[in-house]
Every structure is written in structure tokens, then in C-alpha cells.
């Protein structure tokens, strides 16, 4: 039984025009039943968690929920599988759909840390990017939060944006860091092929920041965070010592969670599924108590060893080579040496990890390591 539950809320007042996950216009119609849908899933898999350490709602955009929306899902998913006393609790958090009160009833419904999707904090960035709020909502939605009881608070930073430059991502950064959030990821923007965003490149409407601008604002990130007391442990996340998320390190740690909702994703005993990604579909399965599940796959062999190597590179730390086959004999291998002498990668003690030039690199070098097993 794993104890990592995610749950997906796919509603948006406007999707982002970089965004690719499953999201649908919010219809307040459309709630109820999809709630109702959310508990019956988690209810015909009362065997498959226990004792949760985390609890992670993402979306879409889950505050667009009422309190009580998000609390009555919160207490089903208590009866079935119980909470430990200290589990990590996130909610994803558009500024656009905050208020004070409603980030105190959160905080009373049980949530311990939010995630809040700031993006950037100057505003022409913010418009290329489509987001609803303004610079000014997401500086307040910090505030509000801590006010509202919040320890554990996260922020979400892109670079990489059209029209970006050093000077601006350097004020977000130090504008985000002013608000003393306990987390900070920084992302690359990566335009993928089915959203508005990609379409406007294309069409030379707007254009890309070039690659040696990107990594020099990924390096500045880094530095100035490391600056400020924020550890990076994984590629695109820096905490304060002690809030590196638990939820996503089981992620990366290749670790088994639960992913109920439309469009959701679970590992459970070696497999990977995949819930129906329509909300008609997803609810309709389960109005007649049938799985929603649409994708079921087992993970095997060379797939094995390149989600360790994919997933556990991710993090800083890097990954035992203890769990790769031939682990001490990767080492002495020709490509592995190369590696090593170009300073990408690195060995501390028993692990393998990226060095500060290859996490830059690090689809690259993912890409030699599963060449040298003939992956």
C-alpha cells in the first residue's frame, strides 16, 4: 500500500497558454458531480493506500473550489485511508482565486502548505504567459497566506519567458524571496506542441529568450537562492532546510502513489496507470462504480532502470549506484569517464550524481547513460 496521494481538480477560470495538463473551463454545474465522482473513486481504492504522509490536490486550479468543496473531499479521503498526525497537506493555488478569508478557511480545513502558481512578478511576462492575475495579486496572496496561518508556503517561478530578460527575472526572484516563502520552484518554460503558446511561436508572434540566456538565468537562480539560505535538491526546487516537498521527493525517489481524479496518474506494485482524461468519461465510470482507469502498464526491465535513472537524477543528492545494475562497473565504463572528465557528473560516496554544469544538461546526459545500457 503506498501512502502518497495526489488529487487532480481539472477546473480553470482560463487555461494558461503554456499549460498541457487537463484542465476544462470551470462550470460551477459541473462541480458537484465531479465531487461526488472524487469519492467514489477514493473509496474503490481503500486497498490500494493507508496512513497517507501526504495529500497533494493539484490541478487545473483547486481554489477555485469552495472551502467546503475541498474540505468535504479532504475528510472522505480521512475515512478511507487516515492521515498521519504530521502528513504533508498541499493545495495548488492560483493568486487569481485567493482571499484572505478563504486562505484561513483552507488553513482551518487542515491544509498545511499551498503552492501558489506566481509565475512572475512583473506583469508583461505575466500576460504573455496568460495568467489571470497581476503582479500585485501575487505579492498579496503571500502576505495573506502567512496571515492566514500557512508555515509551509511554496512559490512557482517561470524563466525563460518571451520578452524576458536578466534584469526582470532577477526581480522576480528577489521580490518572490521578499515574502520569506519556505519554497521556491523555478522552471524552465518549455512551449509543448498542443497549447496556444507553441502556436504563437511558430507564427513568429513572439519569440523564445536564446539558450545561453536561459542558462544564465537558471545559474542566477541557483546562486542568488543558495544566497539566501535556500538549498536546491532537485533540478527545478530550492527549500529552506527542512521543506523540501515530501510529496515530490517520493516522485523522484521512484516511490508508489495514488492519483484519483480525471486525467490522474498512479503507481501502484510496479504499474503505471492512467485515469480517462475527460471529465464526462471519468465521471460516467464511476456512476456505474467501474475504474476510470484507461491506461494500465507494467513497468519492467529497461523501463525500470531508466525511470531510476530519469527520476532519482533529478535530485541534487543523485541516485545510490547501488540500485543500477552493474552499478560499480558503470563506472569504470568508457562513456561514464567522459562524463566524469567534462565534469557533468560526479560520485559522493556510494551516489551518482549531476554536477552544477550537467544539471543544465541533464536530458543529455540521461540520454548517454541509457545508451550505455542499450536502453
Known sequence: MTRYLYIHIPFCLR????????????QAGAVGEYISSLHQELRLN???ARDLRTLYMGGGTPTLLSVEEIAGVMDEARKVFSLDHDAEITIEANPGTLTEAKLKGLRMAGINRISIGVQS????ELAVLGR?????HASAAVGDARRAGF???????????????MKTWEYSLLKAIEGGPEHLSAYELTPERNTPLYGLLERGDIAMPDEELITDMYYLAVDILEERGYEQYEISNYAKPGFACIHNLNYWNRGEYLGIGAGAHSFIRG????????????????G??????????????DAILEEIIFLGLRKTG??????????????????VEELVSHGLVETSGTFLRLTRKGLVLSNEIFLRLFQVYGC
Open 151 to 165: 508555515g509551509n508556503i511554496s512559490v512557482d517561478l517561470i524563466y525563460g519567458v518571451p520578452g524576458q530578460t
Open 15 to 26: 487555461k494558461c497558454l503554456y499549460c498541457d495538463f487537463y484542465s476544462v473551463p470551470f
Open 318 to 335: 543523485g541516485v545510490e549506484i547501488s540500485r543500477l545494475p552493474d552499478g560499480e562497473r558503470l563506472m569504470k565504463n568508457k562513456a
Open 121 to 124: 512578478l512583473v506583469d508583461p
Open 132 to 136: 489571470i492575475h497581476k503582479a500585485e
Open 288 to 301: 456505474r462504480n467501474l475504474s476510470p482507469v484507461v491506461e494500465d502498464v507494467e513497468i519492467s526491465g
Open 271 to 286: 504499474r503505471r496507470m492512467g485515469n480517462a482524461g475527460d471529465i464526462s468519461r471519468y465521471c460516467e465510470a464511476l
Open 46 to 48: 481503500k486497498e490500494s
